[in-house]
Nanobody, 123 residues
Framework: VQLQASGGGLVQAGGSLRLSCTASGPIASMYAVGWFRQAPGRGREFVAA????????WYADSVKDRFTISKDNAKNTVYLQMNNLKPEDTAVYLC?????????????????WGQGTLVTVSS
């Protein structure tokens, strides 16, 4: 499975971006797709996840009510709509696939990773 993340860029605080994560390979029977982010000098941080065979979604408290994760099974793509962006959201955003059920907020649970897309929010 290969994952391609896109949609990052430079945006002013309060603006919006939509990230896409497209999988090449069969992921429909896997458990979840997650978005993580990593800022310079910091560890990988959970952002959001969506269950692939259902409708469950999970969010970090820091992005709840601002970010929305969604999926398009027909396109093998998961989206992350990011609204009301803040400078502290600046990071490389990575998408990943977790094959087996488990905690979605632990990066060590994920089996496949994309290359990441940079989001920069200016104040």
């Amino acid at each position: 499975v290969q994952l391609q993340a896109s949609g990052g860029g430079l945006v002013q605080a309060g603006g919006s971006l939509r990230l896409s994560c497209t999988a090449s390979g069969p992921i429909a029977s896997m458990y979840a797709v997650g978005w993580f982010r990593q800022a310079p000098g910091r560890g990988r941080e959970f952002v959001a996840a969506v269950k692939l065979t259902g409708t469950s979604t999970w969010y970090a408290d820091s992005v709840k009510d601002r970010f929305t994760i969604s999926k398009d099974n027909a396109k093998n793509t998961v989206y992350l709509q990011m609204n009301n962006l803040k400078p502290e959201d600046t990071a490389v955003y990575l998408c990943s696939v977790e094959n087996m059920p488990g905690r979605v907020d632990l990066s060590t649970r994920y089996d496949y990773w994309g290359q990441g897309t940079l989001v920069t929010v200016s104040s």
